[in-house]
């Protein structure tokens, strides 16, 4: 019997994790009270449903109340008893969770007065003795659920390998602020800046005019080279310390030309050497 449990903030994506999970043909349960775990499991075992459900996936947080106390102890038995068991713990940015909240108009589970990040400060601390069992803890700020689906996969299909490392590209502009999820932002302002340029000011790093001009230059040239060869001498390292992805980012004033043309040529090296790659120009949605 596999056994899922998604766990993790209010607002992280839990519903996009176990929605993937069903997909993959877990029968999955949502808003599962931890207390009721062992006696799931055991009706599971039972002979009337033996062999008929054989992957499972359970969400459970702080919804359940007086029934989440003691979760990290439950989880921890759960491991202890041999059963193939994962815990994905999914998290994000305080300030990512309250803008969620804000668009959705809902309220935190745990916020009193209505102001979610009262909720969401409590809730970090109740939760962190379950964060510290997770097998997988993926943080969701920068994340599109394509993206959220996608570790999933990775995670469950047993690790991190050349196949199903993710390397997600992106270009932004410093004047909007650096993206929060990057594992590596590179300052790509020492790149003459085509903006000053009148034929090519309105336009963007998408057009090929633009990216010959911001290629041409021997400094950047020596950049592409430089990093291509640092961050591919990477990849290995990562897979063996079981990361699933690498998040890489490109800056520059706003995020219209140099950044964007960096993200593209990079994003077509890696293609072209098979690996998988997504593309967002932050600035440009």
Same mark, same amino acid.
């Given at each position: 019997?596999? =056994?899922?449990?998604?766990?993790?903030?209010?607002?992280?994506?839990?519903?996009?994790?176990?929605?993937?999970?069903?997909?993959?043909?877990?029968?999955?349960?949502?808003?599962?009270?931890?207390?009721?775990?062992?006696?799931?499991?055991?009706?599971?075992?039972?002979?009337?449903?033996?062999?008929?459900? $054989? +992957? =499972?996936? @359970?969400?459970?947080?702080? &919804?359940?109340?007086?029934?989440?106390?003691?979760?990290?102890?439950?989880?921890?038995?759960? !491991?202890?008893?041999?059963?193939?068991? +994962?815990?994905?713990? @999914?998290?994000?940015?305080?300030?990512?969770?309250?803008? #969620?909240?804000?668009?959705?108009? &809902?309220?935190?589970?745990?916020?009193?007065? *209505?102001?979610?990040?009262?909720?969401?400060?409590?809730?970090?601390?109740?939760?962190?003795?379950? #964060?510290?069992?997770?097998?997988?803890?993926? /943080?969701?700020?920068?994340?599109?659920?394509?993206?959220?689906?996608?570790?999933? #996969?990775?995670?469950?299909?047993?690790?991190?390998?050349? /196949?199903?490392? =993710?390397?997600?590209?992106?270009?932004?502009?410093?004047?909007?602020?650096?993206?929060?999820?990057? /594992?590596?932002?590179?300052?790509?302002?020492?790149?003459?800046?085509?903006?000053?340029?009148?034929?090519?000011?309105?336009?963007?790093?998408?057009?090929? +005019?633009?990216?010959?001009?911001?290629?041409?230059?021997?400094?950047? !040239?020596?950049?592409?080279?430089? @990093? /291509?060869?640092?961050?591919?001498?990477?990849?290995?390292?990562?897979?063996?310390?079981?990361?699933?992805? @690498?998040?890489?980012?490109? *800056?520059?004033?706003?995020?219209?030309?140099?950044?964007?043309?960096?993200?593209?040529?990079?994003?077509? #090296?890696?293609?072209? $050497?098979?690996?998988?790659?997504?593309?967002?120009?932050?600035?440009?949605?």
């Amino acid at each position: 019997m596999k =056994v899922v449990i998604v766990t993790g903030l209010s607002g992280a994506g839990k519903t996009q994790a176990i929605n993937c999970l069903e997909d993959m043909g877990y029968y999955c349960i949502d808003n599962m009270p931890p207390a009721l775990i062992g006696n799931f499991m055991e009706l599971l075992d039972a002979g009337s449903m033996q062999g008929e459900i $054989e +992957k =499972v996936a @359970l969400v459970i947080d702080v &919804r359940a109340g007086a029934f989440f106390a003691n979760a990290d102890d439950i989880i921890a038995g759960l !491991k202890r008893a041999g059963s193939d068991s +994962k815990l994905i713990f @999914l998290e994000a940015s305080n300030e990512v969770l309250v803008r #969620r909240y804000n668009e959705t108009r &809902r309220s935190h589970p745990l916020s009193d007065s *209505g102001s979610p990040l009262k909720g969401i400060e409590k809730e970090k601390a109740m939760m962190e003795p379950v #964060r510290k069992l997770a097998d997988i803890i993926i /943080d969701t700020s920068g994340m599109k659920s394509s993206r959220l689906k996608q570790e999933i #996969r990775n995670f469950i299909a047993g690790g991190a390998t050349v /196949d199903n490392f =993710v390397i997600n590209i992106t270009s932004f502009g410093f004047k909007r602020g650096i993206p929060q999820e990057a /594992d590596f932002i590179f300052d790509v302002r020492f790149i003459p800046n085509p903006f000053y340029v009148a034929s090519m000011k309105k336009l963007t790093g998408n057009n090929k +005019k633009v990216q010959n001009y911001v290629l041409k230059f021997p400094e950047t !040239k020596e950049f592409i080279e430089t @990093l /291509d060869k640092m961050i591919t001498d990477m990849i290995p390292c990562y897979i063996r310390e079981g990361k699933y992805h @690498l998040n890489i980012a490109f *800056g520059c004033t706003g995020g219209q030309h140099r950044s964007v043309s960096l993200a593209n040529v990079f994003a077509e #090296r890696f293609n072209r $050497e098979g690996m998988h790659v997504t593309l967002t120009h932050r600035e440009l949605e």
